[in-house]
């Protein structure tokens, strides 16, 4: 993978499509994907229409990233029919400079149909309407202990806590690999511990500075002996 440093990536292997068929006389299914910008993740429409309308973007900083997948959580055990929205904003721009205004970019919805199947919708003025339920595909089906097929309310629940951790787990690393690629890629250098200004030098020249216990260790100390780990 090269680098995440000013670069962008759309993870297609993590992909919500919508119900076959497409939208309206479009032939080709919507598909709601996970990108990162310079790291930073975003949900990404692409609608299956060609030009300015065939992508909707949701671009977020790690911090409203975590909050998503929190409110995904709380949407698993909310009633069915309950809706959630968040509205992304962007910079108004005046003479192709910011200025202090905000405009709505596009608005991400995460609710239970009243049937109980949660989904998420990206929706963007003047662009295609899509659903993306969270639900099994013809590919698996679902049984409990008797081979009788779970229910699709039971299902969604596990397929959109399943995306959570899922979505978690690839953010962290993602987080972690953009740093790495920061530090190699930009003026940006990573700052060096006092006592170990030779640890890289690569000359076998490094000495650690010499730490010396104290009475705070021998508490830690004390402390581990009582619980026994």
């Known amino acids: 993978m090269a680098s995440s440093y000013k670069t962008f ?11 076959a068929g497409g939208v309206g006389d479009n032939p080709a299914r919507a598909r709601l994907t996970l990108g990162f910008r310079d790291g930073n993740p975003r949900f990404i429409v692409f609608t299956g229409e060609k030009g300015a309308t065939g992508a909707i973007n949701f671009p977020m900083d790690y911090y409203t990233f975590g909050s998503v997948l929190a409110m995904l959580e709380h949407v698993i055990d909310c009633n069915p ?6 509205e992304s904003l962007s ?3 005046e003479d192709n400079k910011p200025v202090d205004k905000l405009r709505l970019n596009s608005t991400l919805y995460m609710g ?4 109980g199947v949660i989904y998420l919708s990206l929706i963007e003025e003047g662009k295609v309407k899509v ?5 099994p595909t013809k590919w698996h089906t679902y049984r409990d202990s008797s081979k009788e097929a779970l229910p699709a309310e039971f299902v969604s629940k596990k397929l959109a806590r399943g995306l959570v951790l899922l979505l978690t787990n690839v953010a962290g690393n ?9 530090y190699n890629n930009s003026p940006r250098k990573p700052g060096v511990i006092k006592g170990f200004e030779n640890a ?5 020249s490094s ?8 009475s705070i260790d021998a508490d830690a100390a004390s402390i581990l002996n009582d619980i026994d780990l």
Do not use: C, Q
């Not at 239970?112 to 049937?115: L, R």
């Not at 890289?200 to 076998?204: F, K, P, R, V, Y």
């Not at 000495?207 to 104290?214: D, F, I, L, Y």
């Open 9 to 19: 990536y759309d993870l297609a292997k993590i992909t919500i499509w919508s119900d």
């Open 81 to 86: 029919g309950e809706k959630f929205p968040i």
């Open 131 to 135: 659903v993306f339920p969270l639900k």
């Open 112 to 115: 239970k149909t009243n049937e």
């Open 174 to 182: 993602m987080a972690v690999k953009h740093a790495d690629d920061e």
């Open 91 to 93: 910079p108004v721009y």
């Open 200 to 204: 890289n030098s690569g000359d076998g």
């Open 207 to 214: 000495t650690p500075a010499k730490r010396e216990v104290t």
